[in-house]
């Protein structure tokens, strides 16, 4: 009686987890695409300003934060996935998406890094040919 009363209230548990796993699996998507289209906006709005402002804004940074925060986001909701899974086919594959985003993931952050990077010597030159 009790093991019955015990499994009763497992398989329970389990399906409010199942519910609330997959509530955060479609926020946590819904957020990072959400990112990545503001985002897109953002830049297109800063390439578009240039124009009107002397102010130069680095249209490759803009972006590529915003995808990289999106892309974070949606392997949170890969990770979460994981918890959802029932068979090995479907953890390989999950587990290749995730592989997979979280290569993207530092590949848009080294793009960052080396496009700041370019900016910096770019001004550090501007700022010696101005001194001489």
């Keep these: 009686m009790t093991y019955a009363l015990f499994e009763g209230f497992l398989h329970g548990y389990e399906e409010i987890l199942e519910l609330i796993a997959s509530v955060s699996i479609v926020t946590l998507e819904f957020i990072g695409i959400l990112i990545v289209i503001i985002g897109a906006f953002k830049s297109i709005a800063l390439n ?18 915003s995808l990289a925060l999106g892309l974070e986001f949606k392997m949170g909701a890969e990770i979460i ?7 090995l086919q479907e953890l390989i594959i ?8 979280a290569g993207l993931a530092v ?10 990077k370019e900016i ?5 030159e501007e ?3 101005e001194t001489k």
């Design 48 to 65: 578009a300003s240039k124009f009107i402002s002397k102010h130069h804004h680095n249209i490759r940074i803009a972006l590529g934060q």
């Design 81 to 87: 996935k994981t918890v959802l899974v029932r068979d």
């Design 94 to 101: 999950l587990a290749f998406i995730i592989a997979l985003r």
């Design 107 to 116: 590949l848009i952050h080294w793009e960052i890094k080396l496009e700041k």
């Design 120 to 124: 910096e010597m770019t001004k550090s």
């Design 127 to 129: 700022a010696k040919t």
